[in-house]
């Protein structure tokens, strides 16, 4: 997140890095990326850490509690985790930067009854933006990438993560909810206006993706270990190297759940085919896309109908929102 969390105490999140061992003589927050909280962290004789901060209550908003968020979360990690234990990791000349273990063996730490820290090497390197258009060669880099994990063995902890879409029932809710002001800050009703006058489009959408879904469930491929969110924002450039950070949603899913978001043409596709000896299926990839924007739709949603203020993350959240928005009406599954 790019504002400074006022909930979070760093006397306290320094008391939680002691889990790694670690004692920290500064902190500094790091404004970057959207949904969770940043910061480095030095040591005694200069080491440095990336320490991640997740506010699950915030982050994991569907329902199933803090507790069963955490264990989300913590599966994800473990996952991560595993695999630089298996050789794929990024000090082994592999390209998973995983969550350090504390001196328990665990990949998070309790900060309260809200949050979870994860404690990441610090490394130096190039990162991009979630919004780059990679050139083919870049594409083509971290389609490598993808086929390794594809092909891995999934670690036990990993989760099965099936195509439907957990906010569908919350979306729902949303739409019915058009009618009636909206009063949870300055983007409430600005909100409720852009998603009444787009509503048919929203519901188009949701067909489209009850469509999609049902397709890619009686063709029944084979899971594989999936990165979830494999964009440029997520990728660390180390010369020709790339590295892959940010393994919160990994789980088991068809690899088109991470292909959408990297191949753009034939050429791509066929690469993959090549690498992982697996065809592509179109109607996965229309899915996961349109997956994607229906839950940035409801992440959107769910922070303008909650209490918020003006601030950049809000006035971020809803140049995200009108773009999710007007895109669900111009284009189609």
């Known amino acids: 997140m790019r ?19 670690i004692e920290a003589t500064a902190l500094s927050h790091v404004p970057l990326g959207f949904g969770d909280h940043h910061w480095t962290a030095e040591g005694t004789g200069g080491e440095r850490w990336f320490v991640t901060v997740s506010d699950l209550a915030a982050k994991y908003h569907c329902g199933i509690g803090v507790a069963a968020a955490r264990d989300g979360l913590r599966r994800a990690m473990d996952t991560a985790a595993a695999l630089a234990d298996a050789g794929l990791g990024h000090a082994d000349g592999g390209f998973v930067v995983a969550p350090l273990r504390t001196a328990r063996g665990e990949t998070l730490s309790d900060l309260g009854d809200r949050y979870a820290v994860a404690v990441f090497p610090w490394l130096e390197g190039a990162a991009g933006d979630f919004g780059d258009e990679p050139d083919p060669a870049e594409r083509a880099a971290t389609l490598e990438l993808l086929a390794a994990l594809h092909r891995s063995a999934p670690p036990a902890a990993a989760r099965t993560l099936p195509p439907g879409l957990s906010a569908r029932d919350r979306l729902e809710r949303a739409l019915r909810a058009t009618g009636e002001p909206w009063h949870g800050g300055p983007r409430s009703e600005s909100a409720r206006a852009l998603l009444a006058e787009h509503a048919p489009a929203v519901r188009r959408s949701l067909d489209d993706f009850d469509r999609l879904a049902a397709g890619v469930r009686d063709r029944a491929a084979t899971p594989v270990l999936t990165h979830g969110e494999p964009h440029p924002g997520n990728l660390l450039r180390q010369g020709d190297r790339r590295l892959l950070l940010d393994w919160d949603t990994a789980g088991l899913a068809v690899p088109e759940r991470d292909l959408w978001l990297v191949a753009r043409d034939d050429t791509d596709l066929g690469l993959y085919e090549e690498l992982a000896g697996r065809r592509p299926d179109p109607g996965a990839l229309a899915l996961y896309r349109l997956r994607w924007r229906l839950e940035d739709l409801d992440d959107f949603l769910v922070r303008f109908r909650s209490p918020h203020t003006a601030e950049p993350d809000t006035e971020e959240a809803w140049q995200g929102f ?9 284009q189609g599954a």
Request: proline share 4%; net charge negative.
């Open 322 to 330: 009108t773009d999710t928005v007007k895109d669900l009406g111009t």
């Open 3 to 21: 504002h400074r969390p006022d909930g979070i105490d760093e006397s306290g999140l320094c008391r939680a890095l002691s889990a790694w061992n």
